[in-house]
């Protein structure tokens, strides 16, 4: 007995036979095609004007990522170069706990981590920049802290569309997956379909693909459609 590609088929897979079927049932025409376009056509167009608007939507996401990491790198060298500063005019101390306060660990704990968080921590070290007491400081506070708010700032801007990019190809990939689900289904039943019009099982997969089922289910992921 043949068996229809299962749903825990990969996204490509379940369209390649949904693909196949459509090109079978054109060869047949007639009821089987008017049955298939009903059944099959709808779902397997929707997926595919789906998959290109993920592939926009990939192309669209990586440059508003890398705009981000761009601002990102600016924004590191500068809390790196204002704490520098700030160490140097404290005389480089082997210890303080006036600079301690203000980096609070270290520069990594300002710099490392979500590109889309960092203009927030960035604003925190601005905060305790202007905070200290230390007497040496007392005349650059304002300008090292406005150094670090406007770096947060531009990559603050940055981050705004990378975020929104970065929700619409998961949102899109989630419905590809919904989609190819769909397909599934819509083979499932025109298959249904095809042996009440008294075809045999061998004729069906003729038209529908004969695919071993497999174990596991594919997991949603990023994947671009080629």
């Known amino acids: 007995m043949g068996s229809n590609i299962a749903r825990s088929a990969s996204v490509t897979r379940i369209k390649e036979s949904g693909e196949k079927t459509m090109t079978?049932?054109?060869?047949?025409?007639?009821?089987?095609?008017?049955?298939?376009?009903?059944?099959v056509a709808p779902v397997l167009a929707m997926?595919?004007?789906?998959?290109?608007?993920?592939?926009?939507?990939?192309?669209?996401?990586?440059?508003?990522?890398?705009?981000?990491?761009?601002?990102?790198?600016?924004?590191?060298?500068?809390?790196g170069a204002v704490t520098s500063e700030i160490w140097n005019l404290m005389g480089r101390?082997?210890?303080s706990i006036d600079y301690d306060l203000i980096v609070n660990g270290g520069m990594s704990g300002w710099t490392d981590g979500d590109p889309g968080k960092q203009p927030a921590m960035?604003?925190?070290?601005?905060?305790?920049?202007?905070?200290?007491?230390?007497?040496?400081?007392?005349?650059?506070?304002?300008?090292?802290?406005k150094r670090i708010e406007a770096k947060a700032a531009a990559q603050a801007e940055a981050a705004k569309p990378a975020e929104a990019s970065y929700a619409r190809v998961t949102f899109?990939?989630?419905?590809?997956?919904?989609?190819?689900?769909?397909?599934?289904?819509?083979?499932?039943?025109?298959?249904?379909?095809?042996?009440?019009?008294?075809?045999?099982?061998?004729?069906?997969?003729?038209?529908?693909?004969?695919?071993?089922?497999?174990?596991?289910?594919?997991?949603?992921?990023?994947?671009?459609?080629?």
């Open 122 to 145: 960035m604003s925190l070290l601005a905060q305790n920049i202007r905070g200290s007491n230390h007497p040496k400081l007392a005349g650059k506070k304002e300008d090292w802290a």
């Open 93 to 95: 101390p082997k210890q």
């Open 172 to 226: 899109l990939t989630l419905q590809r997956r919904t989609l190819a689900d769909a397909l599934q289904v819509a083979l499932v039943r025109f298959k249904r379909d095809l042996k009440s019009q008294g075809m045999t099982e061998a004729q069906v997969h003729e038209i529908i693909p004969d695919v071993p089922p497999r174990t596991s289910r594919a997991q949603p992921t990023t994947e671009k459609p080629t």
């Open 24 to 39: 079978a049932a054109t060869a047949c025409g007639g009821e089987v095609l008017d049955l298939a376009q009903k059944r």
């Open 47 to 79: 997926l595919a004007t789906c998959e290109q608007q993920l592939k926009e939507a990939c192309t669209e996401d990586d440059i508003k990522h890398a705009v981000l990491l761009a601002r990102d790198h600016e924004s590191d060298l500068e809390v």
